[in-house]
């Protein structure tokens, strides 16, 4: 089978299995430009995520921890905006990303951790860290809400 005719036939794949999928769901809509344009914004995050994980195979790293960077830097772009503001929240979202690389980095560069290790390592901290400190420093917004303090 030739390359132009494996594309033809991927084409006709994806194609039978969106009708077939719209045929059982009822859901005719699944081509619109709001469901479209929603799912080109959900996937920005991951295709940077996966554009950082380029990078560092052609560096030669194996960097199973972007996941656990992707968690830093929300934790601080939501920290630095809600308590400064947006351009503020950009730039602490950045550092903290890079703060969650600096570590797989050390771990790996300097202390000669295995790679696989190391990125899982960080997606666990990374994850209970984030946690911890969402409850540590954004718990007191939902009881305010409930005692009729600041609202949504």
């Known amino acids: ?35 479209l344009r929603a799912a080109l914004t959900a996937t920005c995050p991951i295709l940077l995520a996966a554009l950082g994980g380029l990078w560092s195979e052609r560096a030669g790293v194996v960097n199973i921890g972007l996941e656990g960077q ?18 503020i929240g950009l730039l602490g979202g950045i550092a903290f990303g890079v703060l969650g690389g600096l570590i797989h ?10 790679h696989i ?9 990374a994850l209970g860290i984030t946690t911890f400190l969402a409850e540590a420093f954004f718990a007191d917004l939902n009881s305010e809400r409930g005692r009729g303090g600041a609202s949504s």
């Open 1 to 35: 089978m030739t390359g132009g005719a494996r594309v033809a036939l991927v084409a006709v794949a994806v194609l039978l299995s969106v009708a077939t999928v719209r045929l059982l769901t009822g859901a005719h809509d699944l081509d619109s430009p709001g469901s």
């Open 70 to 87: 992707m968690l830093f830097g929300t934790w601080g772009a939501a920290f630095f905006t809600y308590h400064y503001d947006p351009y």
């Open 105 to 114: 980095a050390v771990a790996t560069v300097t202390f000669g951790v295995d």
């Open 117 to 125: 290790v190391s990125g899982v390592a960080l997606n666990v901290i």
